[in-house]
C-alpha cells in the first residue's frame, strides 16, 4: 500500500505539473474513470469523485498488478514496474480510451507519450519503494 501510494502521489505530481512543461499537456485520467463509469453504468459522477477513485485503484489495483507482475516473470521488483507500467499505460489509452469514443491510442500524441512516462515512471517507483521495503525489513527481521 506504501509503495501504490508513493507511486500514486509521484503520478499526479507529474500529470499536473511536469507533464505540461514537457508535453504541454496535463494528464487527467479521473476524466476516463467518469466516463467509463458513466457509460458503463449510466450514472454521472462528478471529477472529484472519478479523481479518488483513480487514485485508490493507483494505490491497491495498480501496486497488486505490479507484485504480480514481479511474482510472474521473476525480475526485480524495478523492472517489474517497467513492465507493469507498460501494460498499464496500454490498457489505459489502447483498450479503456477507446471505450469511451477516444481513437486507439489516442493518435499516439503528446497526451499518449506523457501517459507513457507517468505510467512507467510510477510502476518503477512502486517498484523501488517495494523493494526498499523488502530489503529493510530483511535488515531489521521479521516482527
Known amino acids: 500500500m506504501l509503495a501504490g501510494l508513493a507511486g500514486e502521489i509521484a503520478f499526479e505530481i507529474y500529470a499536473w505539473l511536469i507533464s505540461p512543461l514537457l508535453f504541454g499537456v496535463a494528464l487527467a485520467p479521473a476524466n476516463l474513470v467518469v466516463a467509463l463509469i458513466r457509460i458503463g453504468f449510466g450514472i454521472p459522477v462528478p471529477y472529484w469523485a472519478g479523481f479518488i477513485l483513480h487514485v485508490a485503484i493507483g494505490t491497491i489495483g495498480f501496486s497488486g498488478f505490479l507484485w504480480m507482475t514481479h511474482l510472474i516473470l521473476k525480475r526485480n521488483l524495478v523492472l517489474a514496474g517497467a513492465i507493469a507500467g507498460l501494460i498499464l499505460w496500454f490498457v489505459a489509452q489502447g483498450l479503456l480510451a477507446p471505450l469511451v469514443g477516444r ?16 505510467h512507467i515512471g510510477m510502476a518503477m517507483l512502486m517498484g523501488y519503494v517495494m523493494a526498499s521495503l523488502q530489503a529493510r525489513q530483511s535488515r531489521n527481521g521479521p516482527n
Do not use: E, H, I
Open 103 to 118: 481513437s486507439f491510442m489516442m493518435g499516439f500524441g503528446a497526451y499518449t507519450q506523457s501517459s507513457l512516462v507517468g
